[in-house]
């Protein structure tokens, strides 16, 4: 089956500091990623849409400075939290759709990130 | 804003039993999708329901779509305590973005199977 990789899996950052997770796409090609935050026992929100070889699509209310994206490939996709300030501290989640499935195929999740920013 | 809300929050049930869990949204959609996560890891999709279908089977798993409610609930049979997680439904609402297609998930269930 597809499998997407995320990493790291866990990261403990100083305020100030940056931090680069990366999703990569294994055994399929991802044109297009998505990027998710989940605060404890919370659903996802959807940060912003990853496009291979063009700028990230944010949602409303999501800092485009703070949280770069880069989709420089059509198997990865960094998201890379800069500044990192404590209330950055959550749980983000990758994913990706084969583009040989369908624009609306289900989506293929890595297996998340926990950031604690101290 | 969230494009699902589900129902109950959290769900507590012995071995064997069913566990029903119910999903509602605001807007027309193309489909809705149920997944699982297990808690600290990503989600695994469990099955898709198009927006022309009224019920899906896959093994275990029952689901059951109203357009005209904007409603889907998920069934799970004959429950083990492996199928603890929290469950999520998600539209894929319709649009003319092709692979930019996003997926607006709902709140979630935590279900608990205790054995």
């Known amino acids: 089956g597809a499998v997407v990789s995320q990493h790291p899996s866990r990261v403990i950052c100083k305020s100030g500091t940056s931090v680069k997770i990366e999703c990569r796409s294994l055994?399929?090609?991802?044109?297009?990623m998505f990027w998710y935050r989940q605060f404890p026992k919370q659903s996802l929100m959807l940060m912003a849409t990853?496009?291979?070889?063009?700028?990230?699509?944010?949602e409303q209310g999501v800092e485009k400075d703070k949280f770069l994206i880069n989709h420089a490939s059509l198997t990865l996709s960094t998201l890379t939290v800069t500044s990192a300030h404590p209330e950055d501290s959550s749980f983000y989640i990758c994913?990706?759709?084969?583009?040989?499935?369908?624009?609306?195929?289900?989506?293929?999740f890595g297996n998340g990130t926990r950031l604690t920013v101290t | 804003s969230q494009q699902g809300e589900e129902d109950p929050q959290a769900l507590s049930i012995q071995e064997g039993e069913n566990a029903t869990m119910n999903c509602s949204y605001k807007?027309?959609?193309?489909?809705l999708q149920w997944y699982r996560q297990n808690s600290g890891r990503g989600l695994v999709h469990l099955i898709l329901?198009?927006?022309?279908?009224r019920e899906k089977h896959s093994g275990r798993l029952r689901v059951t779509l109203d357009t005209s409610k904007k409603s889907s609930s998920l069934l799970i049979t004959a429950s083990r305590a492996a199928d603890t997680a929290s469950y999520f439904c998600?539209?894929?609402?319709?649009?003319?973005?092709?692979?930019?297609?996003?997926?607006?998930f709902g709140t979630g269930t935590l279900l608990a199977v205790q054995p």
């Open positions: 994913s990706a759709r084969d583009q040989g499935q369908g624009w609306y195929s289900p989506l293929h």
């Open positions: 055994d399929f090609q991802a044109t297009t």
């Open positions: 990853s496009n291979e070889g063009s700028k990230a699509t944010y």
């Open positions: 807007t027309s959609i193309n489909n």
């Open positions: 329901i198009r927006s022309n279908e």
């Open positions: 998600a539209t894929a609402l319709p649009s003319y973005g092709g692979a930019t297609n996003k997926l607006i």
